[in-house]
């Protein structure tokens, strides 16, 4: 299945010292589109690698859950209908270990979306932020 039927949007807005990432995924296919709940961060929350967010000196940890999870079934995902879109809002610094003192990121959201009636997935990748921060 081709990786451009779901686009996905991301920005950041930074409030006081969190780095809040904005994530919106909008069907542009003619088919449902199924959108992985936890994949997704669909309730607020990272509950994966989902994000790849770096400095100009390497990878930022990820700090946050990371468990292996069976075939998800209809009750752990969002069916978006041609055109629909969901929307998402979550905490970076909740899963990912910021740095001390001012730093320039890059951030973007890749993800695998398994299907919940059939076998195979979509990939979905958003596009590339930069942003600066000054952690603690």
Known sequence: ????????RLSVNI??????ASLDFINKSKEIIYINKINGCLNGVINNDVFSLETEDGPIEYTGVLAKRSRPGLEDVVALEPGENISTVVDLNKAYAFLPNTNI????????????DRPG??????????FTYTGE
């Not at 409030?15 to 809040?20: F, G, M, R």
Request: glycine residues 0%; proline residues 6%; charged residues 10%.
């Open 121 to 130: 997935f979509i990939s979905l990748k958003s596009n590339v932020i930069s």
């Open 15 to 20: 409030v006081q010292q969190s780095v809040l």
């Open 105 to 116: 990121y890059k951030l973007y959201y890749s993800a695998f979306h398994q299907f919940p």
């Open 1 to 8: 299945m081709p990786t451009n039927i779901i686009d996905v």
